[in-house]
């Protein structure tokens, strides 16, 4: 019963502690960019964004937005199996859309200081 008891404390405790470092992190806007994806849209949002003529003309005959380009690039899916991450010195990235987005997609060269949007794909 002892064990039993104790198990229970910690259960509590855990909660509570975990209640409380949730609260904090919500306040200070920290990421946790972990995963491979997250990290390559990472580094590419926080590039200057360039887009190419093919780019703009895509996103003027569809009437989209940087804002639609911006939620892409925060939620997106990277497909590495049709991108190309090891070119030097500019790596570029398929990266797909996520729910009512999934019909775009994005193909993105990336570079040290500027994102390239080369081109805007849209599926139907």
């Known amino acids: 019963m ?13 909660s509570i502690g ?22 390559t849209l990472k580094q590419i949002r926080i590039r200057t964004k360039v887009y ?9 005959r569809h009437k989209l937005d940087t804002v639609t380009i911006n939620t892409i690039l ?16 500019c790596p570029e990235y398929y990266i797909t859309g996520k729910d009512s987005l999934q019909h775009i997609h994005l193909y993105i060269q990336r570079c040290d200081s500027i994102a390239t949007i080369q081109k805007v794909l849209i599926q139907n």
């Open 18 to 39: 975990s209640i409380i470092v949730y609260f904090i992190w919500d306040n200070k806007d920290a990421t946790f960019d972990y995963g491979m994806d997250a990290r």
């Open 74 to 89: 925060k939620n997106g899916d990277v497909h590495f199996s049709k991108s190309k991450p090891r070119i030097k010195p």
């Open 52 to 60: 190419s003529t093919d780019a703009q003309a895509t996103l003027i």
């Open 2 to 14: 002892a064990w039993l008891r104790r198990f229970g404390y910690y259960l509590i405790g855990l």
